[in-house]
């Protein structure tokens, strides 16, 4: 079965720090994988894609990286700031036939406290 | 701003109302999702339209009927809905080509309550 496991389900930190959020995916065939921001009230807006042969990448403060022979990824923030509060979402997709299916995360809720 | 607008923002209705959601992307782009959001539950995939036509129907009940008249309109036709179909439905477009290309950007979504 196609599925994306979040961990943790939510995480409450200090302004300033560091925080790793995980993703496990058994999503096949795999085509890339990407996380999302969403803001309380908004739609997701992407933070990367990585494909097969990407191990990391960075935008900003954030930086993702993919295992695929363990299909793990992680998104690490830097040095956090209270904008940053949201949930994150990590998006598998499926690639067959021309057809590009993503399958969702339940996301990671992150708090950023002052 | 994405460059994906719907409306209304919020809406409430009853089980025998008839309504209907847009969405309008300005992108250029030339695929559409539609996708439902409840909470503690993942995203799930909708409807998807490539070149205004429906590529993909995610096993959605008939009270959900999209409409695609062109390539920068989206509409999602609702009726006789049930409590449980409330929930943020959220649009997003992209362009449709290599894979890593299509990102989605979405729309802000509609909250739906069912009464």
């Known amino acids: 079965k196609n599925q994306v496991e979040q961990s943790p389900q939510s995480l409450i930190i200090l302004e300033g720090k560091n925080c790793t959020l995980q993703?496990?995916?058994?999503?096949?065939?795999?085509?890339?994988l990407r996380w999302y921001k969403q803001d309380t009230g908004r739609g997701p807006v992407s933070l990367t894609i990585?494909?097969?042969?990407?191990n990391t990448k960075s935008n900003g403060r954030y930086t993702a990286t993919l295992d695929a022979d363990t299909k793990q990824s992680s998104l690490h923030i830097t040095a956090s700031q209270l904008s940053d509060s949201a949930s994150y979402i990590c998006?598998?997709?499926?690639?067959?036939?021309?057809?590009?299916?993503?399958?969702f995360g339940r996301g990671t809720s992150l708090i950023v406290h002052p | 701003e994405t460059g994906v607008t719907q409306t209304p923002r919020h809406l409430v209705m009853g089980m025998t109302n008839k309504k209907s959601l847009k969405c309008e992307q300005h992108?250029?782009?030339?695929?559409m999702y539609w996708y439902k959001q409840s909470a503690k539950k993942p995203l799930e995939l909708m409807f998807v339209?490539?070149?205004?036509?429906?590529?993909e129907n995610n096993s959605v009940p008939s009270r959900f009927s999209p409409e695609c008249p062109n390539s920068s309109h989206l509409f999602l036709h609702l009726h006789t809905l049930q409590p449980e179909d409330s929930a943020l439905y959220l649009c997003?477009?992209?362009?449709?080509?290599?894979?890593?290309?299509?990102?989605?950007?979405f729309g802000p979504g509609t909250r739906l309550l069912v009464l």
């Open positions: 998006v598998v997709i499926r690639g067959f036939g021309g057809s590009y299916i993503p399958t």
């Open positions: 990585m494909t097969f042969s990407e």
């Open positions: 997003a477009s992209s362009r449709e080509g290599h894979p890593t290309q299509e990102t989605q950007y």
């Open positions: 339209y490539s070149l205004e036509e429906r590529v």
């Open positions: 993703c496990n995916y058994t999503v096949s065939p795999f085509s890339n």
């Open positions: 992108l250029g782009h030339n695929a």
